[in-house]
């Protein structure tokens, strides 16, 4: 049975940091590209950074510079290192799988950015 589960998650400043985690079994971990999406109240679910199996990155144009994706492939575990946030990061954080045609989805995370 593949699971993600997502870890990290909480209330942070304006301006303050978080680390998310994310947890796989059931996978080939090293395998899969990574992903984390954000999904904030009233919009639609937005690609956060991505990083493959090779270990290379990607990242929205929101968090480029903010935000960091990384992953330990003895963990099986991917993280999401933010700086700087914003009020406009609160959403719900979700992990993605991805080895195609393999995709799989963590419950998500809540991150709320508020003073």
């Known amino acids: 049975q593949v699971q993600l589960v997502e870890s990290g998650g909480g209330l942070v400043q304006p301006g303050g940091s978080l680390r998310l985690s994310c947890a796989a079994s059931g996978i080939i971990f090293r395998l899969y590209a990574m992903s984390w999406y954000r999904q904030a109240p009233g919009k639609q679910r937005e690609l956060v950074a991505i990083?493959?199996?090779?270990?290379?990155?990607n990242y929205a144009d929101s968090v480029k510079g903010r935000f960091t994706i990384s992953r330990d492939n003895a963990k099986n575990t991917v993280y999401l290192q933010g700086t700087s946030l914003k009020p406009e990061d609160t959403a719900v954080y979700y992990c993605?799988?991805?080895?195609?045609?393999?995709?799989?989805w963590g419950q998500g995370t809540q991150v709320t950015v508020s003073s």
């Open positions: 990083i493959t199996s090779g270990g290379s990155t």
């Open positions: 993605n799988a991805v080895w195609r045609p393999r995709d799989y």
